[in-house]
């Protein structure tokens, strides 16, 4: 029975942002956590795995499948897939094992992006059934098999996000981000991955409307007010 020394706890409400590389999520995350942390309280930012977040565990897993690539390609996609649910189920766990939950989780690419690019990486060679650019890529159908299995594979272990925030814009603009950022182009093959990315963000952002949000950063001047906006609706339905 809760008690004054047993109160019960409410979890926090999950928040993950995606949406293709270059669209802005990493420059958007911390002000978003910021102005969430002064309208509802404590806000607990997980950086995107890649960038380690200061857990040596997951600088190490990382560290080792990447190579210091911005994209995962070591030639063995179901062990890459494996390891990124098992980094993501441990940043579930350390959460919920906090004394003090924050009231809003911000995730910086979570289990939508490891189901989306693993998808990507791991679908078979071209057969031919979509028409990517000027390019004959593999069907919509073989995607979307090895992305359901990547949420099947992860359902037992952790719940999806309560809220998945899919930020859109320009495929060029995004690129042109990525460059700046990394200071160097996307490849052909990086190119075909996200485009590939793209086709599954859409497709589940139809089959979840309700959990996943499309903001277009470039038809919203403010977009962080936007998701906020979006992010306190979600907490009030949450009580």
């Not at 999520?25 to 806000?43: E, F, I």
């Not at 919509?140 to 272990?157: G, K, S």
């Not at 859109?168 to 950022?181: I, P, Q």
């Not at 139809?206 to 996943?212: D, S």
Request: hydrophobic share 40%; aromatic share 4%; with cysteine.
């Amino acid at each position: 029975m809760p008690d004054a020394e047993h109160p019960v706890t409410r979890p926090p409400l999950w928040v993950s942002l995606e949406g293709a590389n270059g669209v802005g999520k990493t420059y958007l995350a911390p002000r978003l956590a910021a102005r969430l942390t002064d309208r509802v309280g404590r806000t607990c930012l997980l950086s995107e795995l890649t960038d380690g977040g200061g857990d040596t565990v997951t600088a190490a897993v990382i560290g080792a499948l990447a190579g210091g690539r911005s994209f995962l390609r070591t030639g063995h996609p179901a062990t890459e897939t494996l390891a990124l649910l098992a980094l993501k189920v441990r940043e579930h766990e350390l959460v919920a094992a906090l004394p003090d939950p924050p009231a809003v989780v911000i995730e910086d690419r979570g289990v939508d992006t490891v189901a989306a690019y693993q998808a990507a990486v791991c679908v078979e060679p071209p057969t031919g059934r979509h028409v990517a650019g000027d390019r004959t890529d593999v069907g919509d159908e073989e995607l979307r098999a090895i992305a359901t299995a990547v949420y099947d594979t992860m359902a037992p272990w952790r719940p999806l996000p309560d809220l998945t925030i899919l930020l859109t814009d320009d495929a060029e603009r995004c690129a042109r981000r990525f460059a700046e950022r990394e200071g160097r182009a996307l490849t052909e093959d990086e190119h075909l991955l996200v485009e590939r990315a793209a086709r599954i963000y859409s497709w589940r952002a139809e089959l979840e409307p309700q959990r996943i949000r499309r903001v277009d950063v470039v038809a919203n001047l403010d977009p962080v007010t936007v998701i906020e906006q979006l992010v306190t609706d979600a907490l009030v339905a949450q009580r």
